[in-house]
């Protein structure tokens, strides 16, 4: 009985760190196509184990978030680094802007993250601060250099980029699906359809906004209609189409 006790525990251990594993792939998934607040039952099923499973690895859903999204949150801390760095401000402010809406279009999760406070995450308070400083420290740079208006304000900024940053996923939605409608390669246009408001919003920023082209093709009328659709109460969410075990 003793031997048995003693082959059964590193069997048990070894059964937890892959129900742990199954689960953390699964919440990335479904956390990534529908958001953080996804109903925990379907990345249960999708794991492959019970809902008494999940709670006993993840007890609340912000453990689970912070445990799926703990190195992703950590990288944009390095990319903020980079841009404090940056000779160029404006140049640092922009680069480290383009690695913060690329991770927004591409992850409904890391949207939700990056644009709304969740109570209970650790690492997502810790990015948010260093988010705020970084934006803090190129703006009062660029006040100095006087490339950006002085009455500025680096919570102007982080409102209107949070705000910006809410619409990124339904507007690759909305490109992706003209494009599939079309018959063009997604790839090539819905993951960058965020450069344009973006450009639109940062020269609004500057003393002399620059007159270069903006990015990005300008979204047609039925691209808008299909974003404030996406945006909408009433979408028809991912999860709901989740099968039923």
Not at 41 to 52: S, Y
């Amino acid at each position: 009985m003793t031997v048995g006790a003693r082959d059964g525990a590193p069997r048990q251990r070894r059964d937890a760190r892959r129900n742990r594993e199954l689960l953390l792939e699964a919440a990335h998934e479904v956390f990534t196509e529908q958001g953080l607040d996804a109903a925990l039952d379907v990345i249960a099923r999708r794991a492959g184990v019970g809902n008494a499973t999940l709670y006993r690895h993840f007890p609340t859903r912000a453990a689970l978030v912070d445990a799926v999204f703990r190195d992703s949150l950590t990288g944009t801390m390095d990319a903020g680094e980079r841009a404090r760095k940056a000779p160029d401000a404006w140049a640092g402010l922009t680069g480290y802007l383009e690695v913060v809406f690329g991770a927004l279009a591409a992850d409904r999760g890391s949207n939700d993250l990056m644009t709304t406070h969740l109570r209970g995450v650790d690492s997502l308070e810790a990015v948010h601060e260093h988010n705020r400083r970084t934006v803090d420290t190129l703006l009062t740079r660029l006040r100095d250099e006087g490339t950006v208006r002085a009455d500025v304000t680096t919570e102007d900024v982080l409102f209107g980029l949070a705000a910006l940053g809410r619409a990124v996923p339904a507007l690759t939605a909305a490109t992706a699906a003209t494009a599939a409608a079309a018959s063009a390669p997604a790839a090539e246009t819905a993951p960058d359809a965020w450069r344009r408001p973006l450009a639109l919003f940062l020269g609004g920023l500057r003393t002399a906004p620059a007159a270069a082209s903006l990015p990005a093709p300008a979204l047609t009328a039925a691209e808008l209609g299909e974003v404030l659709r996406e945006l909408g109460p009433h979408r028809t969410r991912a999860r709901d189409r989740e099968p039923r075990a």
